[in-house]
């Protein structure tokens, strides 16, 4: 699932509505309790059993009331980050650093699997072994992320053979990358532990 894809699943905030039900039930059970023990009714003869039933629904409350608090404020820094990446798209800036944060913020997986670094693409879409010197090849960007390292853009490209791959990058080559998801791009590349370095990208 893409970072956009989950964003939206995450500001429907699914689960909520039971939350907020599991809140009043617990909160009710605990009134009810409270009442009958001031009015003595249902107290008398198992006055340690029923203050045990109070202190386990208070308990249960108070963990109710605390999760609903952590979903909200949960919910309310994806409202903030949501009209934050609306305002980057509307203005054409770059949202890639921003789209990291959102997938670190909601433990979004990477959405692609990329193929070991030992195997590219040739051009007639047959998978080869990776030559000794630096290798050229066409690629679509679907996808740009701020790498580990600060300066590296991470982005996954799909081959014309159909095989994606993560092709790392800095400096010019990174913001070529960067500015041209959706679209093919050259790279002139090297293969990396993780995926194929970038020496060169040009939009094609």
């Known amino acids: 699932m893409s970072v956009i894809e989950e ?17 009043h039930a617990a909160r009710n059970e605990l009134f009810e309790l409270l009442e009958k023990e001031k009015s003595g009714k249902g107290f008398f003869g198992r006055g340690n059993e029923f203050r045990e039933q109070v202190s386990r629904a208070r308990a249960e409350y108070a963990r109710a009331e605390a999760e609903l608090e952590r979903v909200r404020c949960e919910h309310t820094g994806l409202v903030a ?11 054409g800036r770059d949202t890639s650093v921003l789209e990291g944060v959102l997938a670190r913020a909601l433990g979004v997986e990477d959405p692609v699997e990329v193929v070991p670094a030992d195997e590219v693409p040739a051009k007639d879409g047959v998978d080869r072994p990776l030559a000794e010197g630096p290798e050229t090849g066409t690629f679509t960007v679907l996808e740009v992320r701020p790498g580990r390292s600060p300066g590296t853009i991470r ?6 053979g159909g095989v994606k791959y993560a ?5 010019s080559a990174g913001q070529v990358l960067a ?7 050259v790279v002139k590349y090297r293969p990396g532990d993780r995926g194929l370095i970038a020496l060169s990208v040009q939009v094609a």
Not at 155 to 160: D, G, L, S, V
């Open 81 to 91: 980050l949501a009209s934050l990446l609306a305002a980057h798209i509307q203005s």
């Open 7 to 23: 964003l939206g699943r995450r500001l429907a905030a699914p689960g909520l509505d039971d939350l907020v039900l599991r809140v």
């Open 167 to 171: 092709v790392f990058a800095k400096h």
């Open 155 to 160: 982005a996954y490209c799909e081959a014309e």
């Open 179 to 185: 500015g041209a998801v959706g679209r093919k791009v």
